[in-house]
């Protein structure tokens, strides 16, 4: 017995094409006999008989052709290639869309029950699951109306002439990532507040981190060690990864990689917005929650900033010395100073926290970091997450890498209905048994720098931070942890830059979180993704992710932990990449094949920026920084433009590999007092 074909057909109607296999298809040669699964091929005078078959997974439908006997079947090829191309032609990609919908006629329930029913049965178990499923339809459609139209997007950024006093330092829109760095900066002495479009506290994704990274958050004195022992949910004992590898060739199988230092800490996400809330307003900053920006006017002396309080439509305006942009991908602000590059790829991502999981399933002293259960499904490679957090729940993502097309953006809604119906392919369970707590979704989006200087993160008195810049890893890649990792650089550069006024669009873009080892990684991410319209076989990405991740597991665990955390170095990376290389022949040309020759050499570009990156910061590491220290207390009052850049450069070279080693830590001011670095 031989496998000849290997195919994904992207319906999950498996029915229809066993049917049409059985009734419809009629090869070039040889007597056609149906079977449960599909069809058989005769051949007379031959010994040996073809095998057609059908299988359903991951609501899609795969289809396997075998040869029964040793001999090849006359014209086996040809009619292996003509069954594929039948097939394609029959069955071709679907990219639907959500249906226009008016609330004010029928409920989001009624509205999307035809074309999404398990997603619109299993909303209805959640607390607020209609406000919920509400909000994931209307982050689909900003989303689709962003990438349909990048290069004309709306303009919310305006200039104007004049000046007006501003009423506060920084005014922050967003409250997930918003408030943490907004409490920093008002334990700093600044004026601060915060406008956040959902109730406050409210979260659509759970957050996991590892406790030597949330120290960013202690150092700052943003949290003490007892605070953020509260916030824990769960510390698990290990994590794994693991990849579908059945149907790969056995160079491209490999054993489970074990990470227990890799996001093994459950944050309670909403317990610590609350606290951040508290502290931002025990610092006299202000919260505006429920409030929806609108657009904003940049004078000579002010961000004057439009929104609306949604429970009663009434305007409002307020002027702030400096807007920070948290909003994340939904971002009208990113989407306008980046147009058509805004956003290269993305993670639509969707899950739940429940509860009621047996636990004969699965031990909640472990977590599934990264996991498929099978191969490509409709052209993504679905991948799974899974976190214990508090008491006996757990958290769940499926998510998969995705290149942004204005025909196939990327639907949360059809990942839903994904979700609910292959959940219990991925852990055995019965989900009318399970308890809905909470639904967990976004899209995470994804840009592919070349260099430090690639993306626009900043206007006159604007700036970008987390997901709405767009810089964090295609691993580890909610900006969560971006921001937390680079917390300490971004509020001493910020800090720096309001003290002296530095706030024209040149300066403030220089405040970001850029790391050139994470931009490299790029073409890791990239090769997860499928090109619209394009068939790959079934296998390719989970084969490319075993060869790595196999690499990675026979790797000393430090040297894994440091790349998964964004903190591998230029000969750890080169490496490894030669040791699949020499592994795997075939990745190259897998590689070459999905991420085309145009891309091929944007990543060199951007290879060459983080060689280049390595060699500085293996030259200036030891004493670039503590130098530039020295030269503060002349440098800063005289020249503090110079000063802003040199800092930046400091901090640059301490980040770039994500080898982070803060030297100075900012020290929270009263009200009354100048925030100065210590």
């Known amino acids: 017995m031989q496998e000849l074909s290997y195919l994904e057909i992207p319906t999950p109607n498996t029915d229809a094409v066993r049917h049409w296999l059985q009734t419809s298809y009629i090869p070039p040669s040889g007597q056609k006999i149906s079977t449960p699964t599909g069809c058989r091929l005769q051949f007379p005078g031959q010994s040996s008989e073809l095998a057609i078959f059908v299988w359903s997974l991951q609501r899609t439908t795969y289809l396997k052709v075998f040869r029964w006997g040793s001999a090849p079947v006359r014209q086996e090829k040809k009619l292996v290639k003509t069954l594929e191309q039948e097939l394609r032609t029959q069955f071709p990609y679907d990219y639907p869309q959500p249906p226009k919908i008016d609330l004010d006629q029928e409920s989001i329930f009624s509205a999307l ?10 909303f209805q178990h959640f607390p607020n699951g209609e406000y919920d499923l509400t909000r994931a339809y209307w982050w689909e459609q900003r989303w689709r109306e962003g990438v349909r139209r990048p290069q004309q997007p709306r303009q919310v950024v305006f200039s104007q002439s004049g000046s007006k006093e501003p009423e506060y330092d920084l005014v922050y829109l ?22 956040e479009r959902l109730p406050f506290g409210r979260m659509n994704r759970e957050w996991n981190i590892s406790r030597s990274e949330f120290a960013n958050l202690i150092d700052l004195g943003l949290f003490t060690p007892a605070e953020f022992e509260c916030l824990i949910g769960c510390e698990y004992q290990d994590g794994f990864h693991k990849f579908f590898d ?13 990470t227990p230092t890799v996001l093994n800490i459950a944050i309670d996400s909403e317990r610590l917005l609350r606290l951040c809330g508290e502290k931002l307003r025990q610092a006299g900053g202000e919260i505006w929650d429920q409030t929806e920006f609108q657009q904003v006017d940049i004078t000579q002396t002010s961000a004057c900033i439009q929104t609306v309080h949604l429970p009663s439509g009434a305007e409002k305006m307020v002027t702030g010395r400096l807007l920070v942009d948290a909003m994340g991908t939904a971002s009208p602000i990113a989407w306008q100073l980046n147009g058509g590059r805004s956003f290269e790829s993305v993670c639509p ?25 099978g191969d490509l499904s409709r052209g993504r490679q679905l991948i799974w997450e899974l976190f214990p957090g508090k008491g006996d729940e757990l958290t769940f993502y499926l998510f998969h890498y995705h290149q942004v097309h204005p025909d196939n953006p990327g639907s949360l809604l059809e990942m839903y209905e994904d979700f609910f119906t292959i959940l219990p392919e991925y852990r055995r369970c019965d989900l009318d048994q399970l308890t809905w707590i909470k639904p967990t979704f976004g899209y995470i989006p994804g840009h592919f720098s070349i260099d430090s200087c690639d ?5 006159d008195r604007l700036v970008s931070i987390g997901d709405s810049a767009s810089l964090q890893s295609p691993l580890i890649f909610t900006g969560f942890g971006s921001l937390v990792r680079n917390l300490p650089r971004l509020t001493d550069l910020l800090d720096t830059a309001l003290k002296h006024d530095l706030l024209k669009a040149q300066n403030l873009n220089q405040i970001r979180a850029y790391q050139s080892n994470v931009a490299v990684t790029w073409l890791f991410s990239r090769g997860m993704m499928v090109p619209t319209g394009k068939h790959l076989p079934p296998q390719r990405v989970n084969s490319m992710l075993n060869t790595f991740f196999g690499i990675l597991e026979s790797e000393d665990p430090d040297t894994t ?25 075939a990745l190259l040309l897998w590689i070459w094949v999905v991420v085309g020759p145009r891309d091929l050499l944007r990543w060199l570009g951007s290879y060459w920026s983080f060689s280049v990156d390595a060699f500085v910061n293996a030259l200036l590491r030891s004493w670039f920084p503590q130098f530039v220290r020295w030269l503060q207390p002349w440098l800063e009052e005289r020249f503090p433009q110079v000063w802003l850049g040199l800092l930046a450069r400091s901090y640059a070279v301490t980040y770039s590999l994500g080898q982070a080693r803060v030297e100075q830590v900012l ?9 100065v670095v210590k």
């Not at 029950?113 to 299993?122: G, H, W």
């Open 246 to 258: 059945a149907n790969n060739p056995s160079q491209c199988q490999a054993p489970v990689l074990s």
């Open 174 to 195: 967003g409250g997930a990532l918003g408030v943490i760095h907004a409490a920093v900066m008002a334990r700093l002495g600044y004026r601060v507040l915060l406008i």
């Open 561 to 585: 932990e440091a790349f998964i955390k964004d903190r591998f170095g230029w000969l750890p990376l080169n490496r490894m990449a030669l040791k699949a290389a020499f592994i795997n022949p």
């Open 667 to 675: 020290k929270p001011q009263t009200k009354s007092e100048p925030a």
């Open 113 to 122: 029950a035809k074309d999404y029913p398990r997603t619109v049965q299993y």
């Open 349 to 373: 991502t969707v899950g739940a926290v429940i509860s009621g999981l047996d636990r004969a399933v699965w031990d909640a002293k472990y977590g599934d970091v990264l996991n498929s259960h």
């Open 455 to 459: 993306r626009t993160i900043a206007y």
